[in-house]
């Protein structure tokens, strides 16, 4: 399999990517962010129930809460400082051999060994390499022609990735 390709990666792509490689970012952003406000809730009833304010429960409820309702502020700045290199269009090219893949996008370069990978999938239109340790690479599917999938999906299966 030799495959190299050249496309423009836009923000909106960026995006979508993130979110292929990402697919519960929702869940990690608002299930602690509930949980917090219920907890935070619950403390303040506590504190605030009884004859007497406990102040130590009160501050304690303020904190969680504002936890709370500040989980998905910080998390949405986290997302946006991971995409921030892809702000402007920019030219990615990509190399995938029968060794491993490369690519180069908005001055960063990546080259991973086959067998660094340990999953490949087709998600929302992006493809997925997951790694081992590093994380996950992603890269439209609509840039490979039909010839150039399937000599890519025979490769990942034939590695050991693509499990379907």
Request: aromatic fraction near 10%.
């Amino acid at each position: 399999m030799d495959i190299s390709l050249s496309f423009v990666y836009t923000p909106e792509m960026a995006r979508q990517s993130f979110r292929a490689c990402h697919p519960r970012t929702p869940v990690a952003r608002w299930l602690p962010a509930g949980l917090y406000v219920v907890l935070g809730i619950l403390a303040l009833i506590e504190a605030l129930g009884g004859t007497h304010v406990d102040p130590v429960g009160l501050a304690v409820g303020v904190v969680v809460l504002l936890l709370g309702l500040g989980w998905p502020v910080f998390y949405a700045r986290r997302v946006a400082r991971a995409l921030r290199p892809y702000a402007e269009p920019t030219t990615a090219k990509i190399a995938l051999t029968d060794s491993g893949y490369a690519g180069e996008s908005s001055g960063r370069a990546v080259s991973r060994l086959w067998p660094t990978f340990k999953s490949a999938a087709l998600v929302r239109g992006f493809w997925v390499l997951k790694t081992e340790s590093e994380g996950t690479l992603a890269f439209p599917a609509s840039v490979l022609d039909a010839a150039q999938t399937e000599a890519f999906r025979a490769a990942m299966r034939e590695k050991g990735l693509l499990k379907r």
